[in-house]
C-alpha cells in the first residue's frame, strides 16, 4: 500500500517561509498538498503529476508556493514563501492513483498532517 509521511511544519512570522516534506512510498500518478483551518472545509493547495511533473496552484497561493519532486528520494516538497497568517491550518500530503485532471479531485491516500501556524 501506498504510504505519505510528512514533515517540516511549525510556526513562523508573517513574510516568512517554511519547507514541507512528503515521502511517499509506492507509485501514484499525482502527489500534492491540501489544508484545513479549525472549522473551514479543507482545499487544496496544488499538485504535481508524477510523470509529466506539471504543476497546479490554488490562486490564494499561487506565486508564493512552490512544488517540488525529487524522484531519487521518492520526495514531495512544499517551498511556502511570503506566508500570510490566513496560510496557518493542518496541512495534508495527498496522492492519487488515476490519469488525467480527475487524478487530484479524488486522491486515494493521505498523510497524517502537518500544522502550520503564521503570526502576524
Known amino acids: 500500500q501506498v504510504q505519505l509521511v510528512e514533515s517540516g511544519g511549525g510556526s513562523v512570522q508573517a513574510g516568512g517561509s517554511l519547507r514541507l516534506s512528503c515521502a511517499a512510498s509506492?507509485?501514484?500518478?499525482?502527489l500534492g498538498w491540501f489544508r484545513q483551518a479549525p472549522g473551514k472545509e479543507r482545499e487544496w493547495v496544488g499538485y504535481?503529476?508524477?510523470?509529466?511533473?506539471?504543476?497546479a496552484f490554488h490562486d490564494s497561493v499561487k506565486g508564493r508556493f512552490t512544488i517540488s519532486l525529487d524522484n531519487a528520494k521518492n520526495t514531495l516538497y512544499l517551498q511556502m514563501n511570503s506566508l500570510k497568517p490566513e496560510d496557518t491550518a493542518m496541512y495534508y500530503c495527498a496522492a492519487g492513483v488515476v490519469g488525467g485532471l480527475m487524478c487530484f479531485a479524488q486522491p486515494r491516500y493521505w498523510g497524517q498532517g502537518t500544522q502550520v501556524t503564521v503570526s502576524s
Open positions: 504535481i503529476y508524477t510523470r509529466a511533473t506539471s504543476t
Open positions: 509506492g507509485f501514484v500518478d499525482c
